[in-house]
Nanobody
Framework: VQLQAYGGGLVQAGGSLRLSCAAS????????MGWYRQAPGKQRELVAS???????NYADSAKGRFTISRDGAKNMVHLHMNSLKPEDTAVYYC????????????????WGQGTEVTVSS
Protein backbone atom coordinates (compact mmCIF):
# COMPACT_ATOMS: atom_id res chain seq x y z
CA VAL A 1 0.00 0.00 0.00
CA GLN A 2 1.31 3.43 -0.92
CA LEU A 3 0.04 6.77 0.31
CA GLN A 4 0.43 9.98 -1.66
CA ALA A 5 -0.33 13.15 0.24
CA TYR A 6 -0.61 16.64 -1.18
CA GLY A 7 -2.12 20.04 -0.51
CA GLY A 8 0.28 21.57 1.98
CA GLY A 9 1.70 25.02 1.62
CA LEU A 10 2.13 28.46 3.14
CA VAL A 11 -0.93 30.26 4.46
CA GLN A 12 -1.56 33.24 6.70
CA ALA A 13 -3.08 32.82 10.11
CA GLY A 14 -6.85 32.54 9.85
CA GLY A 15 -6.63 30.98 6.42
CA SER A 16 -7.61 27.54 5.17
CA LEU A 17 -5.96 24.60 3.52
CA ARG A 18 -7.16 21.23 2.29
CA LEU A 19 -4.92 18.23 2.50
CA SER A 20 -5.63 15.11 0.48
CA CYS A 21 -4.18 11.64 0.52
CA ALA A 22 -4.69 8.82 -1.95
CA ALA A 23 -4.05 5.20 -1.09
CA SER A 24 -3.07 2.78 -3.81
CA UNK A 25 -2.03 -0.84 -3.95
CA UNK A 26 -3.44 -4.31 -3.56
CA UNK A 27 -6.16 -4.22 -0.95
CA UNK A 28 -9.92 -4.49 -0.85
CA UNK A 29 -10.60 -2.16 2.05
CA UNK A 30 -8.94 0.12 4.58
CA UNK A 31 -9.89 0.27 8.24
CA UNK A 32 -8.75 3.66 9.51
CA MET A 33 -7.37 6.63 7.60
CA GLY A 34 -5.99 9.64 9.35
CA TRP A 35 -3.66 12.57 9.58
CA TYR A 36 -0.82 13.10 12.00
CA ARG A 37 1.54 16.02 12.27
CA GLN A 38 5.01 16.65 13.56
CA ALA A 39 6.28 20.10 14.39
CA PRO A 40 10.01 20.79 14.68
CA GLY A 41 11.36 19.41 17.94
CA LYS A 42 8.09 17.74 18.83
CA GLN A 43 6.68 14.24 18.66
CA ARG A 44 4.31 13.17 15.95
CA GLU A 45 0.72 13.56 17.08
CA LEU A 46 -2.70 12.56 15.85
CA VAL A 47 -4.70 15.32 14.21
CA ALA A 48 -7.77 13.42 13.06
CA SER A 49 -8.83 9.97 11.96
CA UNK A 50 -11.83 8.36 10.31
CA UNK A 51 -12.89 4.74 10.24
CA UNK A 52 -14.43 2.83 7.37
CA UNK A 53 -17.89 3.43 8.81
CA UNK A 54 -17.28 7.16 9.09
CA UNK A 55 -16.54 7.46 12.79
CA UNK A 56 -14.22 10.41 13.35
CA ASN A 57 -11.76 11.28 16.07
CA TYR A 58 -10.09 14.66 16.50
CA ALA A 59 -7.30 16.01 18.62
CA ASP A 60 -8.53 18.74 20.95
CA SER A 61 -6.47 21.25 18.98
CA ALA A 62 -8.33 20.33 15.79
CA LYS A 63 -11.89 20.23 17.09
CA GLY A 64 -14.09 22.92 15.60
CA ARG A 65 -11.50 23.97 13.03
CA PHE A 66 -10.57 20.85 11.07
CA THR A 67 -12.81 18.37 9.30
CA ILE A 68 -11.72 14.97 8.11
CA SER A 69 -13.59 13.22 5.33
CA ARG A 70 -13.15 10.06 3.36
CA ASP A 71 -13.97 8.92 -0.15
CA GLY A 72 -14.14 5.16 0.12
CA ALA A 73 -14.62 4.58 -3.58
CA LYS A 74 -11.41 6.45 -4.36
CA ASN A 75 -9.52 5.38 -1.22
CA MET A 76 -8.87 8.98 -0.37
CA VAL A 77 -8.91 10.97 2.84
CA HIS A 78 -9.10 14.73 3.10
CA LEU A 79 -8.40 17.17 5.89
CA HIS A 80 -10.10 20.53 5.65
CA MET A 81 -8.30 22.98 7.90
CA ASN A 82 -9.88 26.31 8.75
CA SER A 83 -8.88 29.14 11.07
CA LEU A 84 -5.27 28.04 10.88
CA LYS A 85 -2.89 29.18 13.57
CA PRO A 86 0.91 29.47 13.57
CA GLU A 87 0.99 26.54 16.01
CA ASP A 88 -0.53 24.37 13.26
CA THR A 89 2.76 24.64 11.40
CA ALA A 90 4.11 21.12 10.94
CA VAL A 91 4.70 18.32 8.50
CA TYR A 92 1.40 16.50 8.09
CA TYR A 93 1.46 12.77 7.48
CA CYS A 94 -1.26 10.63 6.03
CA UNK A 95 -1.77 7.34 7.85
CA UNK A 96 -3.56 4.09 7.22
CA UNK A 97 -4.16 1.51 9.91
CA UNK A 98 -5.44 -1.89 8.96
CA UNK A 99 -6.07 -3.18 5.45
CA UNK A 100 -7.96 -6.13 4.12
CA UNK A 101 -7.06 -8.18 1.08
CA UNK A 102 -9.75 -10.69 0.32
CA UNK A 103 -10.53 -12.45 3.61
CA UNK A 104 -7.26 -11.57 5.35
CA UNK A 105 -6.98 -8.55 7.63
CA UNK A 106 -3.56 -7.01 8.23
CA UNK A 107 -3.20 -4.90 11.34
CA UNK A 108 -0.48 -2.68 9.93
CA UNK A 109 0.44 0.98 10.15
CA UNK A 110 1.32 2.70 6.88
CA TRP A 111 2.66 6.24 6.50
CA GLY A 112 2.74 8.66 3.62
CA GLN A 113 5.68 10.90 2.83
CA GLY A 114 4.37 14.01 4.58
CA THR A 115 3.30 17.39 3.31
CA GLU A 116 4.46 20.61 4.91
CA VAL A 117 2.05 23.21 6.27
CA THR A 118 3.36 26.60 7.30
CA VAL A 119 1.09 29.17 8.93
CA SER A 120 2.48 32.67 9.14
CA SER A 121 1.37 35.13 11.80
Amino acid sequence: VQLQAYGGGLVQAGGSLRLSCAASGSFSSINVMGWYRQAPGKQRELVASITSDGTTNYADSAKGRFTISRDGAKNMVHLHMNSLKPEDTAVYYCNVFGIRTGTTYYSMNIWGQGTEVTVSS
